[in-house]
């Protein structure tokens, strides 16, 4: 079964990409996160990294931008995705 984007997702994915927002974000994240209504388990999934959980769920180059702004090596980054068995990654 082909899993839904989650539009709040995105949307705060997109957010980021202004420098402004994502120094926001580093700095404050919970402040951030409760200006989006995600779904709780969303939101559990932002707070511990979970890059698999995160992936079908919003758009691939969303997904590694948001990751790389809040922080996580891109080896990490692409080491968890290639884990994950999503195919939109190498």
């Known amino acids: 079964t082909k899993v839904m984007r989650d539009y709040h997702l995105s949307k705060l994915?997109?957010?980021l990409q202004t420098p402004a927002a994502a120094a926001e974000y580093c700095a404050h994240r919970d402040a951030v996160l409760a200006r989006y209504p995600l779904k709780p388990e969303v939101?559990?999934?932002?707070?511990?990294n979970d890059v698999?959980?995160?992936?079908?769920l919003v758009n691939a180059y969303l997904l590694r931008?948001?990751?790389l702004v809040?922080?996580?090596p891109e080896e990490e980054f692409l080491r968890r995705?290639?884990?994950?068995g999503v195919k939109s990654y190498g």
């Open 13 to 15: 994915f997109f957010d």
């Open 43 to 48: 939101r559990a999934a932002i707070e511990s």
């Open 52 to 56: 698999a959980a995160l992936a079908p």
């Open 65 to 67: 931008f948001y990751f």
């Open 70 to 72: 809040s922080g996580m």
């Open 81 to 84: 995705i290639r884990a994950s």
